[in-house]
């Protein structure tokens, strides 16, 4: 792992081929690499902007699609009002601007490929993204691991990769997800309308057939403090709870 | 290569010589951990001294805190890319550390070794003459549980990874062996000013 980073951790200039609207905050950009990488699912890459003076402003962004041959790879950028860079995705990029990075990076939030033990991944917000990755590539490889998804979002129109993880809920074997509405009711079952707490983790938990072998969580650092605790309360070890926090 | 229609925030230009390349200032604190926040009783604390496998002195936490006392002011720089400015720390300097245990340069390298089984190399000639420190107190309070309480290396520097959280130990090496992050694709040595953010660069 270290040495395909090392490798391929070059800047590269890549091209915006697409750009989808996926909540009202949130927008995937489809980029197409100069140099085609092999990420695996969970890692990120980093985006250097520059401006005319020379000045830079550098951001690390989840890759959301599946390790793939494909030159393309998508990233979900969320708009932060006080952002430097997000806003420049939201209002100025359009498709066809070229954006550097490098990547892939990141060696330790990583979808475990060799595991038959359950997964539980449990996201917030955009902190999904590097777990849609590792649904996706769990259905492109037919893997047949079993996997729960924890993703708490505001309201069900900010539920990023709603429609498609509705489809993989029906379609995927051993795929279970809830939704978390913190400020609108859930009008499924299976949903919940509060905030994350152990409870919440617990049900979700035992949707898998047996026990998670590992958990891997994204997103604030308060919903990733709630989340630890409650998988740790579940009996996993801390050693196989994984985190990536943003930053506030 | 320039982004087409970006100018960026480049605010507080008067404070543009503290930025590193590639870097931006925050206000808040933003907390950045691979996993689970542990949790450490101080009664339950200790620090091991180690040159290679060799333990050479171990202190509980009232004994450390009777250690001379370091105050350092310095900015911060995250590998995620943010930098905060002044950041006020209190702690036990490396140098006091080796003096009460009655050591001077036991080997070049050390590795730093936390309760959660993180681990961080730092060359002796970073952590010595004052560069770095134990950390106990950040802005005058104890080191919140999740800054590392009770207790981290600070090596101020460096990027804010070599400063390692829920610090338990430091151990000489005799070559400069990689730590966690660096054993996954980050710099070895992670000096900002050059942008040594990962392996190669």
């Known amino acids: 792992m270290t040495e395909a980073i090392a490798a391929t951790a070059r ?95 990141g060696g330790h939030f990583l979808w475990p490929g060799s595991s038959n033990k359950p997964v539980l991944l449990i996201g917030a917000g955009s902190g999904v993204v590097p777990l849609m990755a590792m649904i996706r590539h769990r259905k492109a490889s037919g893997e047949r691991v079993p996997v729960a998804l924890s993703l708490s979002s505001k309201t069900w129109g900010d539920v990023l990769f709603r429609d498609e993880l509705l489809e993989l809920e029906m379609s995927l074997p051993n795929f279970a997800l809830a939704l978390a509405l913190t400020r609108e009711r859930a009008t499924r079952r299976t949903d919940f309308s509060r905030r994350i707490d152990a409870r919440m983790v617990a049900d979700v938990a035992a949707r898998l057939p047996e026990s998670p072998g590992c958990a891997f969580v994204c997103g604030s650092n308060a919903f990733v403090e709630i989340a630890v605790d409650a998988a740790l309360a579940l009996g996993l070890e801390a050693g196989v709870i994984k985190t990536e926090r943003y930053g506030a | 290569m ?123 000639a970073d952590l010595a003459t004052g560069k770095a420190i134990v950390a106990l107190k950040y802005e005058g309070q104890p080191l919140p549980r999740d800054h590392g309480g009770p207790a981290r290396l600070l090596v101020p520097h460096l990027y804010f990874w070599k400063s390692a959280k829920w610090v338990n130990g430091l151990q000489f090496t005799e070559r400069d062996e990689a730590g966690f992050w660096e054993l996954r694709g980050y710099h070895m040595y992670g000096d900002p000013w050059n942008e040594q953010r990962y392996t190669n660069d």
Not at chain 1, 38 to 50: N, P
Not at chain 2, 60 to 65: P, R, V
């Open chain 2, 2 to 124: 320039v982004t087409r229609g970006f100018t960026g925030r480049q605010s507080g230009s008067e404070q543009l010589d503290r930025i590193p390349p590639g870097q931006h200032l925050v206000d808040n604190f933003p907390v950045l951990t691979a996993g689970p926040t542990p949790r450490i009783d101080p009664a339950d604390w200790t620090f091991t001294l180690k040159v290679g496998p060799r333990p050479v002195k171990a202190w509980s936490w009232s004994e450390f805190n009777v250690l001379p006392r370091t105050r350092m002011t310095r900015d911060i720089h995250c590998v995620t890319s943010w930098s905060k400015l002044n950041t006020a720390w209190e702690g036990v300097a490396v140098d006091d550390i080796l003096a009460d245990a009655g050591l001077t340069a036991p080997t070049p390298f050390a590795l730093a070794h936390c309760y959660d089984g993180y681990s961080t190399n730092v060359p002796l």
């Open chain 1, 11 to 105: 800047w590269q200039r890549c091209t915006i081929v697409e750009i989808a609207t996926r909540t009202p905050a949130i927008k995937s950009f489809f980029l197409r690499l100069s140099e085609t990488f092999d990420h695996a699912a969970g890692q990120h890459v980093d985006v250097r902007l520059t401006a005319p003076n020379g000045y830079t402003a550098m951001r690390s962004y989840s890759i959301a699609s599946a390790p793939s041959d494909s030159k393309v790879i998508e990233l979900a950028v969320e708009r932060l009002p006080d952002g430097e860079v997000s806003p420049f995705f939201h209002d100025v990029a359009q498709v066809g601007d070229m954006i550097e990075l490098r990547g892939p990076l």
